[in-house]
């Protein structure tokens, strides 16, 4: 569980090495002569409390309509781009805060090198020799502490020396020493787009030498001879939260750090790893080793297309999970387009939250790999912008609930940015109110439901406001409408449409949430009838001329279309409105939509594809995708891959990638959809001799304490019941009779048995449609009754 290389980052970003604990983040360069350890902090962004709404969509609103649906699409964009799109800020940007640079005294030659991440330990480690002195750097962000701890150590006494000072690319910014052996950073970030830049912050780093001397300039630090040093940083801003800047940056970074140093940097160490280990440890994976594994990161990563190097995929797999608990924690904010990592003062896209896939992608591995808790920073936003998005769909649509567009941030503003080909769509609130139901889903936990009902029923709201009819196809879209970033030769280059296909899915799941949710709480029957009755309205999905499942209303699909965005498979995954065996029609079109976009693409989309296949129950078509995205930046041609360091590419660094990839893995091994609770679903031929994995959990309130597998069939299952209630086991080799157990092999029987048929909504099948029905693999289907807590040991063949 290590990333490790036999050289120095140099000056590239993407070669250093990512610590972080929720609030803080920090880039680990690891170079001889000067170590950079380049800073973040979570609320560290550009701007002030502001709204980006535009007044002009409402009076614009049916004159776009009627412009759409006289195929005028070109023409409803032009007239969109004024009066949708914000005339105020495109959104703020996440801020670096500096860098803190140790400059050392010229030590000579270097050998031995050799720098790690141990991400089960969640600590970075820089060693080299020089002459017969060696020298160990070990950095962590520490979780109960809240701090950044550096422990600079030497094998022979006196022979540390350096000088320490900040630098940032913050135009904003006063560097001074204190009489406290301290270096600090105060500064207010910039004004972006027409607000004004209010944020403070404050960074403090404290030297505590053992041994040496220290002296100090009005900006720097210098330690000489010392035997060890220890240095603690602390970052913290006036930021409350959405609404409120009114916090004692000052106060608060002394207080973390007044706590920290009265600590050895081996008791800050110990509670770290305690505490990251709380959740790290919870899922174990083990696909087996070779001898690939024996070597540096960057050198597995350039090999892994052509070796099979099973371990490779565990660590990278483990690296996501390492990489939301670091980004991600209670109480902080959610890990937006690069996580917590950032050192650009205008980063791409501004680092902040695309809520069209990126966001809700970061968050796809949180509960079935055993995160729960790192939810609550994404679960607050989302009920931050159902506060702001009611202004939103009020004044901007003239609706109830509330809404979102493509993109927020730490303002949670909710308006339309970046030009109408982008900004226009109009299901951010949809889509985000889909993971609370998700996180109740393997919770079970009503008072949770409770809390958020008003939030999953404003959603529905305002669909059911929105909703107008079809003139041609006479159903209830969305218009206007658009899927995301895509658009047909058909629509003169134009994304905006009436009742594409990724929303009709989104407001089918969104009204079927409100309706289940409404039943399990015992809540307002009137409006669940009503949505019952909208939601048989909408536009079903549609098998075009090519065999594809349409992404828009008309058949216009070019099968070679290769655009990164395939959003109209959002009902494959993460919702499941198609499935193999309940609907083998639309698995067909989503399998040929899938072959005609191909493999190549930026790195989410890739991971994205990963979940897809593992849901198509081709394991191998999945491991390809793996291959591919772990490949080194550059050598995929037109697409993405990653960085030495394992960040994804799109490029440029979307963190994204990582945690899609991580959310595939598990969707190969465990599905949990439909009242199933499927095992080795999508296995790939490189692992099927032998592998294990614990910890996973699963919708309906079940956990895989530890699963086994041998040549592709299960040799040991532990499964642990929270919930109690029916446990419906998929499985790929039979259970021995008895234990209650009873056995109903769903191949070769009307799998329709076990569905709620009154919801499979029938698609429309082009004329010029081929479909070729799926083969599926033989699996075997158990019915187990399980009591809340009883921990299960099938016994399988």
Not at 83 to 108: D, H, R, W, Y
Request: hydrophobic share 35%; charged share 20%.
């Amino acid at each position: 569980m290590k990333l490790w290389y036999n050289k120095p980052s140099g000056d590239k970003w993407e070669n250093a090495l990512p610590i972080g604990n929720g609030r803080l983040g920090a880039m680990i360069y690891g170079n001889v002569d000067t170590e950079t350890i380049q800073l973040n902090e979570n609320t560290l962004w550009s701007g002030s409390p502001n709204r980006n709404d535009n007044p002009l969509e409402l009076d614009s609103l049916e004159e776009i309509r009627r412009l759409i649906f006289a195929g005028k699409q070109k023409q409803a964009e032009l007239l969109a781009n004024r009066v949708i799109i914000s005339k105020k800020s495109q959104g703020q940007m996440f801020e670096p805060a500096g860098e803190l640079n140790l400059i050392f005294k010229s030590q000579g030659k270097y050998k031995n090198y050799y720098r790690e991440l141990d991400i089960e330990r969640a600590v970075a480690k820089t060693s080299y020799r020089v002459g017969d002195v060696t020298y160990t750097r070990e950095i962590l962000a520490s979780f109960p502490d809240r701090v950044i701890v550096i422990k600079l150590s030497a094998s022979k006494p006196k022979s540390i020396s350096f000088t320490a000072f900040y630098t940032t690319p913050q135009p904003k910014t006063v560097i001074k020493t204190t009489t406290d052996k301290q270096l600090t950073i105060a500064g207010t970030t910039i004004d972006h787009e027409g607000v004004t830049g209010l944020v403070k912050y404050k960074g403090i780093s404290q030297f505590k030498p053992d041994g040496g001397s220290y002296t100090s300039t009005d900006t720097s630090v210098a330690i000489t001879n010392a035997d060890a040093v220890t240095i603690y940083i602390s970052i913290a801003t006036n930021f409350n939260n959405y609404h409120d800047i009114t916090g004692d940056e000052n106060e608060r970074a002394k207080a973390c750090l007044n706590k920290a140093v009265t600590k050895s940097f081996a008791a800050m160490l110990k509670a770290h790893v305690a505490a990251y280990q709380k959740y790290f440890g919870r899922v174990k994976l083990n696909l087996g080793t070779t001898d690939a594994a024996k070597l540096p990161t960057d050198e597995r990563l350039k090999n892994f297309h052509a070796t099979n190097d099973p371990q490779f995929a565990t660590l990278y797999y483990q690296f996501g999970r390492y990489l939301l608990i670091s980004s991600s924690q209670p109480g902080g904010q959610p890990a937006n387009l690069q996580g917590i990592w950032n050192n650009k003062l205008y980063p791409p896209w501004d680092s902040k939250y695309t809520i069209n896939i990126n966001a809700e992608m970061n968050y796809w591995p949180v509960d079935k790999t055993n995160l729960a808790e790192l939810d609550e920073p994404f679960i607050q936003m989302i009920k931050d912008i159902a506060v702001t998005g009611k202004q939103t769909a009020k004044e901007m649509y003239g609706t109830r609930g509330w809404m979102a567009h493509h993109n927020t941030d730490i303002w949670r503003a909710t308006g339309a940015v970046d030009g109408a080909f982008w900004g226009a769509w109009s299901n951010g609130g949809g889509w985000t109110s889909q993971h609370l139901w998700d996180h109740y889903l393997y919770s079970g936990d009503k008072a949770f439901l409770r809390s958020v009902y008003a939030i999953l029923k404003g959603a529905a709201l305002f669909y059911a406001d929105y909703l107008v009819e079809h003139p041609k196809y006479h159903w209830l879209v969305v218009c206007p409408d658009e899927s995301p970033e895509n658009a047909p030769a058909a629509h003169q280059g134009s994304s905006l449409d009436a009742g594409v296909t990724m929303t009709n899915q989104i407001v089918f799941d969104v009204f079927s949430t409100a309706i289940n949710a409404a039943k399990i709480l015992n809540e307002d029957q009137a409006l669940s009838d009503t949505l019952k009755q909208l939601r048989s309205r909408l536009a079903p999905m549609q098998i075009g001329q090519y065999g594809q499942l349409q992404e828009w209303l008309d058949d216009v699909d070019d099968p070679n279309d290769h655009h990164r965005h395939i959003s109209h498979l959002y009902g494959l995954f993460p919702s499941n409105q198609v499935s193999p065996y309940r609907t083998p029609e639309l698995y067909s079109a989503a399998k040929n939509t899938l072959i005609q976009r191909g493999n190549i693409s930026t790195g989410w989309s890739m991971a994205w594809k990963i979940n897809w296949w593992a849901k198509m129950l081709d394991g191998n078509h999945a491991y390809e995708l793996i291959q591919n995205q772990l490949t080194p930046i550059g050598t995929n041609a037109g697409g993405g891959g990653s960085y030495d360091n394992l960040f994804d590419a799109h490029p440029p660094f979307q963190i994204d990638g990582n945690f899609g990839c991580t959310s595939g893995i598990t969707e190969m091994l465990m599905q949990s959809e439909d009242g199933f609770l499927s095992l080795l679903p999508a296995l790939p031929d490189v692992w099927e001799r032998k592998g294990s994995i614990k910890g996973l959990r699963a919708r309906g309130g079940f956990e895989i304490l530890d699963m086994e597998w041998k040549h592709g069939k299960i040799v040991k299952l532990v499964i642990k019941s929270t919930l109690g209630g029916n446990l419906r086991l998929r499985v790929p080799n039979e259970i021995k009779p008895g234990n209650g157990n009873r056995l109903k092999n769903a191949v070769g029987e009307n799998p329709n048995r076990f569905y709620k048929t009154e919801v499979i909504r029938k698609p429309v099948v082009s004329s010029k449609a081929i479909i070729t029905p799926p083969v599926l693999k033989k699996t075997f289907v158990y019915d187990i009754p399980t009591r809340r807590g009883q921990v299960l040991t099938p016994i399988l063949e």
